[in-house]
């Protein structure tokens, strides 16, 4: 089965240090999403992307958060400086092209911790 | 942005048919209705999606009324491997953004 692939799978930092997060999405797939979960509140949409450009990214504080699709198979999640309010599990999603559909694939996510 | 309400949990016994239904209003005339579900330590994972009427597959069937301000999740016949949290999926009308709903933790009892 084609999958989602994340890294890293666990991150522990120190506040005030850069994060990245990295996805390689299903080869083919033109959307990408990052979606941020936490128990308070859910799974929370962060930033998406079709056909690599950015659609909309109002789901993240822009001072310390930037998403960007360097290439087909690779989108990152940066933020700069970390915040304990940060910890959370990160999770990167694709889906295939077609109209309406919502059919995601995730990754398995990105746990982050940040002290 | 859409709302979507979803009860926060339910328990059920194996071999029994479950119904998990999320309410959602302000979503995208022309989108699907997806629903997913997630364990623990793993991402979610897509099980069914439809527009209108009944959808079914060999997992689930989907049930969308002609307003489309609801959809009900049913599982025929749960097993132990059930027990997870299921989310609906939907679009908001407005941005088109796709908007997961509260969840549904599934405990699903021998």
């Known amino acids: 089965d084609a999958r989602v692939t994340q890294t890293p799978r666990h991150k522990v930092t120190e506040m005030g240090q850069e994060v990245t997060m990295r996805c390689q999405p299903i080869?083919?797939?033109?959307?990408v999403f990052w979606y941020r979960q936490t128990m308070m509140q859910g799974l929370e949409l962060l930033a998406y992307?079709?056909?690599?450009?950015?659609?909309?990214d109002s789901g993240m504080p822009k001072d310390r958060f930037s998403a960007e699709m360097p290439d087909a198979t690779l989108a990152t999640l940066k933020i700069q400086p970390s915040e304990p309010r940060d910890s959370a599990v990160y999770f990167c999603?694709?889906?295939?092209?077609?109209?309406?559909?919502?059919?995601?694939?995730f990754g398995a996510g990105s746990r982050l911790t940040v002290l | 942005l859409a709302k979507t309400t979803q009860p926060i949990s339910m328990d059920s016994y194996e071999g029994q048919e479950v119904n998990i239904t999320c309410s959602h209003n302000n979503i995208a005339t022309n989108d699907y209705i997806t629903w997913y579900q997630q364990f623990p330590s793993q991402g979610p994972r897509f099980i069914i999606q439809g527009y209108k009427t009944k959808v079914t597959n060999e997992v689930a069937s989907l049930f969308i009324p002609a307003d489309r301000k609801s959809s009900t999740l049913s599982l025929p016949r749960v097993s132990l491997s059930d027990t997870a949290v299921y989310y609906c999926l939907v679009g908001d009308r407005g941005t088109d953004k796709l908007i997961f709903g509260t969840g549904t933790r599934l405990q699903v009892f021998p």
């Open positions: 999603a694709s889906g295939s092209p077609g109209s309406w559909s919502n059919v995601l694939t």
């Open positions: 080869l083919g797939h033109n959307t």
């Open positions: 992307f079709r056909n690599r450009a950015p659609l909309d």
